[in-house]
């Protein structure tokens, strides 16, 4: 079984600042996809990126990036110029296409003005 | 882009009644959804995924005979928890498949809040 693991419970960063969330997983897979979601308060589950397996470039959405290493199974998530709306519960996921996600235990970022 | 609803978004019921959630797809056809549940503080865990017009599969630990799975058509799936106790109390999350450019994505539902008294 394919596992999620998210190291870090909580976080802080000061607004306009840059953090980097921390992921690792394990499959014995070599095809699958990687994602990072988003949960507010509203608990609203926001997809923030996604990383195809078989591609070695990493994925970037405007502020948000991952920094994917295969051979290590690691897969942070960097937010760069942090703003108070970044503030949420960030879960990691793992899934093959078409599967449901196996999710980490998340981390709770805290923005500070 | 894809939308998932879930109705109710909050419900209260007493010990030993039953409770049905619906998640529908509003603007596409899924053939298949997942149901998750969330605790408090927790992450999501999977239930069971749910296949239109066949049986639903459940996950080790998850008694089939309490949290009934219909998934009657491409774009409704229900989840009934039967008799339900305090315990069962969660916020129950589905999400449905769309098939993207040789990609299944995943949409979520914005869930529901049960609780049991």
């Not at chain 2, 978004?9 to 049905?20: A, D, F, L």
């Not at chain 2, 296949?51 to 089939?64: C, D, F, H, L, R």
Request: glycine letters at 6%; charged letters at 15%; a neutral charge.
């Amino acid at each position: 079984a394919q596992t999620v693991t998210q190291s870090q419970p909580e976080m802080s960063v000061q607004e306009a600042e840059t953090v980097t969330l921390s992921c690792t997983y394990d499959t014995s897979e070599s095809d699958y996809y990687l994602f990072w979601y988003k949960q507010p308060p509203s608990r609203q589950m926001i997809l923030v990126i996604r990383q195809e397996a078989y591609k070695q470039q990493n994925a970037t959405e405007n502020r948000f990036s991952v920094n994917f290493q295969k051979a290590a199974k690691s897969f942070s998530l960097k937010i760069s110029d942090s703003q108070l709306g970044d503030a949420a519960m960030y879960f990691c996921g793992y899934s093959n296409s078409g599967y449901a996600l196996n999710f980490g235990k998340g981390t709770s970022l805290l923005v500070t003005p | 882009g894809a939308v998932v609803s879930q109705h109710p978004s909050w419900v209260i019921c007493k010990s030993g009644t039953s409770v049905k959630i619906e998640c529908r797809s509003l603007d596409f056809q899924a053939t298949t959804m997942f149901w998750y549940r969330q605790f408090p503080k927790q992450s999501l865990m999977l239930m069971a995924t749910s296949n239109e017009g066949s049986k639903a599969t459940y996950e080790q630990g998850v008694e089939k005979d309490k949290f009934l799975i219909n998934h009657a058509s491409l774009t409704l799936s229900t989840l009934t928890v039967t008799s339900a106790h305090p315990e069962d109390s969660s916020f129950y999350i589905c999400s449905a498949i769309y098939p993207l450019a040789g990609f299944y994505e995943q949409y979520f539902g914005p869930g529901t809040r049960l609780t049991v008294t």
